[in-house]
């Protein structure tokens, strides 16, 4: 008996000394992303990210449409219809996408507005905070990315995110591709991990804007936050603005102008 315990005692340390010795390379590989994107001269470049969605420039489907398809085209987002459906960009009413306005009386065409969501891009996000992997992580210029290989699919981030940002792919959503042309410019997705918005980072690397900015025709203003003199700056100057759910803490970084 003696035996077996000193037996299980010595497998039990050295069990956890192998996982050591695995975990803590893989917890540096995962920090070492934060600064593994190398951008070339021609990328832009921000303190902190941000977006200004005018709303009332959203008056038709066609406007909505031309937002989202490109968006979900060049990011090879599978076209599910159904609970399962994996979306990065999306939109929806007045209530749904602004839950802590319960206070006010707003006008009728507000109320009947649809809203476009996505992705935060918070300052204090509660998805990094959850994810056992290090897959989900804030950059030094405030996007909140992913790293497709690290996700085991747990969906803590899923439950973690309160703006409904994340998708799962329960399926493969290759299958999902047949009917659209193939962008092999950005990679597919597998079966059981997490995908969303990145503000098109891959973009910004290369001196261009997000998809749905130049697809909105001036309806979305993108740039730094921290830079004041940045049109993002100007439009949060010149207009009110609301973010989604501030009460929170998260400090979204995405504004809409109502």
Known sequence: MKNRRQFLKVAGLSTLGLAGG?????MARAAGLKDSYRSGQEA???GHWGMVIDTRAFDSPEKFEAVISACHKYHNVPAINSKREVKWIWKDGYH?????????????DVLERKYLMLCNHCVNPAC??????QATFRRSDGIVVMDYHRCIGCRFCMAACPYGARSFNFED???FLEDRELNVSFP?????????????????????APLCVEAS????VFGDLDDPASDVRKVLAENFTIRRKPTLGTEPSVYYII
């Open 22 to 26: 695995l975990a803590l390379p893989g």
């Open 44 to 46: 832009l470049k921000g």
């Open 96 to 108: 749904q996408t602004f839950t802590d306005q319960k206070d006010n009386y707003p006008a009728k």
């Open 128 to 133: 990094v905070r959850v994810c056992p992997t």
């Open 173 to 175: 959503p290759r299958n």
């Open 188 to 208: 597919t997705r597998m079966r059981g991990v997490v995908e969303k918005c990145t503000f098109c980072s891959e973009l910004l690397a290369v001196g261009k």
């Open 217 to 220: 025709e001036g309806a979305i």
